[in-house]
T-cell receptor
Framework: GAVVSQHPSWVICKSGTSVKIECRSL??????MFWYRQFPKQSLMLMAT?????????EQGVEKDKFLINHASLTLSTLTVTSAHPEDSSFYIC?????????????FGPGTRLTVL | GQQLNQSPQSMFIQEGEDVSMNCTSS?????WLWYKQDPGEGPVLLIA?????ELTSNGRLTAQFGITRKDSFLNISASIPSDVGIYFC?????????????FGPGTSLSVIP
């Protein structure tokens, strides 16, 4: 089946530093990749949608200068949390979709736990 | 904006019991999806529903797309310990692009052996 990986699986950083999270589709090319944030015991909140080679579309309330998304290829998207603060601590999950319309062809990564001290 | 509500918020059941949970919205959805998330993992798709009234099964799981297009339910029969996890409904709201899928708040399921 389709596999999406994330790296790192967890990261601890100091306040003010930047952290990069990678999302890769291992055995398929993804038309679109999505980044979600999940706080403890809460739901997944969509942060942004990105297509290869174009700028990401951010959801309302998500700061694009703070959460930089680069979608370099059909198999790789990166999320950089710039100048991280403790309130950015969360579980970040990426998702990759094959094609446009079939939501069954959207696969989620295992998530990255970010803790900002 | 569009919001999904799930009930119950959490459930504790005995192994072997059947489980029922549902998801509602104040607005129409084009697609309903049910996911399961294990602790520290990403969600995994269980069932996808595309048409009002559609009833779909996946092993011990059965889900239905409500006739009004504003609700969906998920049933799990003969629960087993590995059913433990958080179940999310998700959907594509009517009138939105294919990119937009929103998640409900989740139902936490605990199975007592």
């Amino acid at each position: 089946g389709a596999v999406v990986s994330q790296h790192p699986s967890w990261v601890i950083c100091k306040s003010g530093t930047s952290v990069k999270i990678e999302c890769r589709s291992l055995d398929f090319q993804a038309t679109t990749m999505f980044w979600y944030r999940q706080f403890p015991k809460q739901s997944l909140m969509l942060m942004a949608t990105s297509n290869e080679g174009s700028k990401a579309t951010y959801e309302q309330g998500v700061e694009k200068d703070k959460f930089l998304i680069n979608h370099a290829s059909l198999t790789l998207s990166t999320l950089t949390v710039t100048s991280a603060h403790p309130e950015d601590s969360s579980f970040y999950i990426c998702s990759a979709r094959i094609g446009l319309a079939d939501l069954r062809a959207q696969f989620f990564g295992p998530g990255t736990r970010l803790t900002v001290l | 904006g569009q919001q999904l509500n799930q009930s119950p918020q959490s459930m504790f059941i005995q192994e072997g019991e059947d489980v029922s949970m549902n998801c509602t919205s104040s607005s129409i959805f084009n697609t309903w999806l049910w996911y399961k998330q294990d602790p520290g993992e990403g969600p995994v798709l269980l069932i996808a529903l595309y048409k009002a009234g559609e009833l779909t099964s996946n092993g011990r799981l059965t889900a239905q797309f409500g006739i009004t297009r504003k609700d969906s339910f998920l049933n799990i029969s003969a629960s087993i310990p590995s059913d433990v996890g958080i179940y999310f409904c998700a959907g594509q709201p009517g009138g939105t692009s294919y990119d937009k899928v929103i998640f409900g708040p989740g139902t936490s399921l605990s199975v007592i052996p």
